[in-house]
């Protein structure tokens, strides 16, 4: 690899159209505005902000190690029915989240993952430009959600727990995914998944001292006869992965009060205002386009293509 300084590389990625002093003395408290989103804060960076954190994307986080045999969040070519494929097999699963995810990966969790992947990094100054990196993809010392690096860096910094426990599962002939902070294991054996479960909560100390935790709101076991829900994804009896019923249903009413009364629709959305309620019916079609487009194309027949696909089409960012 040709290792070259940060400022190198800077120039000869933005060829003088951005200046590197700016880079280096943005006051970053001021280049990022805050959003309200669907009930979680958002953090937008500025213009100067974003596209130095394009940036950095490219020259160093998109290039950090990951799982791949785990990891189905974040990355090109892959998806949450991906993650939720892989356990179609098998009858006993263990599901459950990390709380506050984002927000509870740290500047010093950061640094261990881009110092263990040095020999991977373009930066051949990168030890000194560290503490300015870590200024620019955080947020009060954490991770922010709604800056394009953030997902990549939250890959990373499970890179090690990710490949500890998976060795753990194949030892134990389990299936285990990570979709962003969703794990899933699955396997034919209900107490192993509960073996699973503390074995998630084991590797998670050892590894971020009690930094990152499992929500035990989140954490739920799923046995033979249970419909099997799984990100919004629903396992069949005939091991086929389909979107949730529930979620299409809801779908077809969002669709209909959306085309006969704007009020209704916002109110079924439960959001303040008929924006919100837009962006958030947004998200919920293009999901499904990603699990089940022909569901999409059914409600393309029913309600018109051009009404469905205008909504596929907003802009949760706008």
């Known amino acids: 690899m040709n290792r070259r300084p940060l400022e190198q590389l800077f120039f000869a990625t933005f060829r003088g159209k951005q200046d590197f002093a700016d880079f280096s003395n943005l006051v970053v408290n001021e280049a990022y ?17 974003k596209l130095y954190l394009g ?11 990951i799982e791949k045999d785990v990891v189905f969040s974040y990355r090109k070519g892959v998806n949450v029915v991906d993650a939720v494929e892989k356990h179609s097999g098998n009858k006993y699963f263990f ?3 990390i709380a506050n995810f984002f927000g509870s990966i740290t500047n010093k969790m ?54 500890v426990f998976l060795a753990w599962c194949h030892d134990n002939s389990l299936t285990y995914t990570r979709y962003a902070d969703d794990l899933i294991v699955s396997g034919e054996s209900e107490d192993l998944m509960h ?17 990152l935790k499992l929500n035990p709101k989140k954490t739920r076991f799923i046995k033979p006869g249970d419909k099997v829900r799984i990100l919004g994804v629903s396992i069949l009896p005939n091991g086929k992965v389909s979107v949730d019923g529930k979620l299409k249903k809801d779908s077809e009413t969002a669709m209909h009060f959306l085309i006969k009364d704007k009020k209704m629709f916002t109110s079924f ?10 962006k958030k019916f947004s998200g919920q079609l293009n999901y499904i386009n990603t699990v089940d487009p022909s569901f999409l194309d059914k409600m393309r027949k029913k309600y018109g293509a051009a009404a469905v696909d205008k909504m ?6 706008s």
């Open 33 to 49: 505005s805050k959003k309200e989103f669907d009930g979680r804060t958002v953090y937008s960076p500025g213009k100067a902000l």
């Open 110 to 163: 950061i640094a261990r993952s881009v110092l263990a992947a040095v020999d991977q990094c373009p930066i051949s100054d990168i030890e000194a430009w560290l503490d300015r990196v870590l200024e620019l993809v955080t947020v009060d010392g954490v991770l922010p959600p709604g800056y394009p690096t953030s997902p990549a860096i939250s890959n990373a910094c499970l890179y090690k727990f990710d490949r």
């Open 269 to 278: 959305l439960k959001e303040p205002d008929l924006e919100r309620a837009l």
């Open 195 to 211: 073996q699973a479960c503390k074995k998630v909560i084991e590797f998670l100390y050892a590894e971020f001292g009690g930094d």
């Open 55 to 65: 940036f950095l994307s490219r020259v160093l986080f998109d290039r950090l190690p």
């Open 312 to 317: 596929i089409h907003v802009s949760v960012a």
């Open 95 to 97: 599901q459950s989240d």
